[in-house]
């Protein structure tokens, strides 16, 4: 399970449209699956569900949108060089009041030493890792978009033959920015 924001279509077109060439080993993301993880979660007990919610909405009533995000400039490797990701900046803001707003349903098992890194990952290496050349060929693909956030998603994911598939649980939006974080409590 994870909180997660979502791309726009016109952003998952152009992601879908991303030339990476025939690259042995690599596993490319489809448009549908591609979100940035506010916050990953793992195994929760379906007891816990309603709880997450009620924290993600406190989240969401504390985080004025729509969040504008920038996507790019750039591909780039994680530092394991198996997940082939942009960076995306703008949602620092929301992933910090996710992670407060639900520590205390679902406890941080990395104690808050990960720190919230935006990102679309497009791709992963297969088993085991790409070559130099096939990585560098890779990174450094040039894209930008810019798309605007205005809701939290908690979303399951189970596996299947054809890769995860996704299922939103809850879609909490977020305060409008003309009204002050007291007025969406009442």
């Not at 998952?12 to 940035?36: D, M, N, T």
């Not at 995306?88 to 098992?109: C, K, Q």
């Not at 994911?157 to 598939?165: K, L």
Request: with cysteine; net charge negative.
């Amino acid at each position: 399970m994870f909180v997660a924001a979502w791309p726009d279509d016109s952003t998952l077109k152009r992601l879908s449209s991303l030339k990476l060439g025939p690259a042995q080993g690599l596993s490319l993301v489809g448009p549908g699956q591609c979100h940035i993880t506010l916050r990953f979660l793992g195994d929760v007990d379906d007891d816990l569900v309603p709880a997450l919610v009620d924290a993600l909405g406190a989240a969401a009533g504390n985080v004025a949108g729509p969040v504008h995000c920038e996507v790019g400039p750039r591909t780039a490797w994680f530092s394991g060089e198996r997940v082939l990701q942009i960076p995306v900046a703008g949602l620092d803001e929301a992933a910090d009041a996710v992670r407060s707003a639900t520590v205390p349903v679902v406890p941080d098992t990395n104690h808050g030493t990960t720190p919230f890194t935006g990102h679309l990952t497009i791709a992963r290496s297969k088993g085991r890792r790409l070559n130099g050349s096939a990585r560098a060929a890779l990174a450094g693909i040039p894209f930008f978009a810019t798309f605007d956030v205005d809701c939290l998603d908690l979303v399951t994911s189970q596996s299947s033959t054809e890769g995860p598939r996704y299922t939103t649980l809850a879609r909490l939006p977020l305060r409008p920015s003309h009204e002050s974080p007291s007025q969406t409590l009442g």
